[in-house]
């Protein structure tokens, strides 16, 4: 069964201190993974896709990074407003078409 | 603003009450989704169009909720005699055709008294 992992579930960091937020999959076949941040109360809102094993994007202080089995958000030097609920999403080739699957989010707060 | 519409943004019901939430998706997009998100986990799949044609529903959707997108432009999710398990956000999302990046909306919240 497909399945999205992700880690830690919750993190606190000080301003400016560099982290990464970890999404472990197991997917049949893999079409898409899908990095978005969810602001409390809000709908998530979209960050970054990734289709293949060494592929990277990058976003102001966000980089993602992908392997065959898992995807990291590096952050480096946070800031406050970064704070929020990262979501990773994996979107596969077998079964339904377009379905994401998601993980339960890490929870980030960065503290001033 | 030109991203996913959806109405009503908060909504709060008697249960076994009926409830219907409507979504503009992003002009252009074909495919239409509906998720349900509670509170700590990530958003869980309900179905999905494309234009007008539903074509997967998942097992969550019982036979109390249904989903339409006539003209394949706007849709609407109706969730009937309403139960307390209910209570949670309806998230919208569209997507240019398959493959494409999904954009989702602000989420209509559902709670069921």
């Known amino acids: 069964e497909d399945q999205v992992t992700q880690s830690p579930e919750a993190l606190r960091l000080q301003e400016g201190e560099s982290s990464s937020l970890n999404c472990s999959y197991t997917v049949s076949g893999l079409r898409g993974l899908f990095w978005y941040r969810q602001d409390p109360g809000k709908g998530p809102e979209f960050l970054f896709t990734?289709?293949?094993a060494g592929e990277e994007k990058e976003k102001e202080r966000l980089k993602a990074t992908l392997t065959k089995k898992e995807s990291f958000l590096h952050i480096t030097a946070p800031k406050p407003e970064d704070s929020a609920t990262y979501l990773c999403a994996v979107l596969n080739y077998g079964g339904a078409t377009n379905k994401l699957i998601f993980g339960t989010g890490t929870l980030l707060a960065v503290q001033p | 603003d030109t991203g996913v519409s959806q109405d009503p943004r908060h909504k709060i019901t008697k249960r076994g009450q009926n409830v219907t939430f409507r979504c503009d998706p992003i002009s252009e997009h074909n495919r239409l989704y509906w998720y349900r998100q509670t509170l700590g986990q990530g958003p869980e799949f309900l179905t999905y169009f494309q234009n007008e044609a539903q074509l997967e529903k998942s097992r969550l959707l019982s036979d109390r909720f249904s989903a339409e997108r006539p003209k394949g432009s706007f849709s609407t999710l109706e969730i009937q005699r309403t139960e307390q398990g209910d209570s949670a956000m309806y998230l919208c999302?569209?997507?240019?055709?398959?493959?494409?990046?999904?954009?989702f909306g602000e989420g209509s919240w559902l709670t069921v008294v």
């Open positions: 999302a569209s997507s240019l055709n398959s493959g494409n990046t999904i954009y």
């Open positions: 990734l289709y293949s």
